[in-house]
């Protein structure tokens, strides 16, 4: 009997404590409630308080931000047109590259046709030259064929005239 009764006083011990553990459970659970309500309010005090002392600091800081934002912002356009342009100079220079040695090519060529031209004025000169040359030459020839042939015509009629006289 003594140890049942034993055990129920154990019993009723530990129902005991289990009672005020319970009983601290909820007074802890309810001092965190205050505890979080308070630390809302003394949250929300002090965002008051930021906003009300900083407001005009935090407004300049974004006015600031976004003026470095636009600044970036610009001069990464102004790089960009700047590289373009770039692309372009490089693009011109290899064009008047290209130009000048297509130029230099057509000189060449030029050069080239000029003395061709000139090599045939100078055959078409010798030629033309050789031409009156030989007009000249077949001019004379014909003049002493002319006047060959009067003096073979001369002399045969004076033969004829012997022969029959």
């Known amino acids: 009997l003594r140890s049942r009764h034993g055990i129920e006083l154990e ?6 404590q289990q009672d ?8 802890l659970k309810e001092e965190a409630k205050v505890l979080e309500s308070q630390a809302k309010t003394m949250e929300m005090s002090w965002k008051r308080t930021v906003d ?3 407001a005009s600091h935090q407004a300049k800081r974004e006015l600031y ?4 934002e636009r600044r970036i912002f610009q001069r990464q356009q102004h790089t960009q047109m700047l590289n373009e342009m770039k ?12 130009f000048l040695v297509e130029a230099k090519e057509a ?3 030029e050069i080239e046709e000029d003395e061709a031209v000139s090599s045939l004025a100078l055959q078409i000169k010798a030629t033309l030259t050789k031409k009156a040359t030989l007009r000249r030459s077949l001019k004379a020839t014909k003049e002493s064929y002319c006047k060959a042939n009067n003096e073979m015509v001369r ?3 004076k033969c004829l005239k012997k022969s029959s006289a």
Do not use: G
């Open 107 to 109: 000189d060449n060529l």
């Open 52 to 54: 009300e002392l900083y």
């Open 65 to 68: 931000q976004h003026c470095l």
């Open 11 to 16: 019993l009723f011990r530990v129902d005991e």
């Open 20 to 27: 005020e553990q319970r009983e601290k459970s909820t007074a």
């Open 87 to 98: 692309a372009d100079e490089k693009d011109l220079i290899s064009q008047k590259e290209n």
């Open 155 to 157: 002399w045969e009629k």
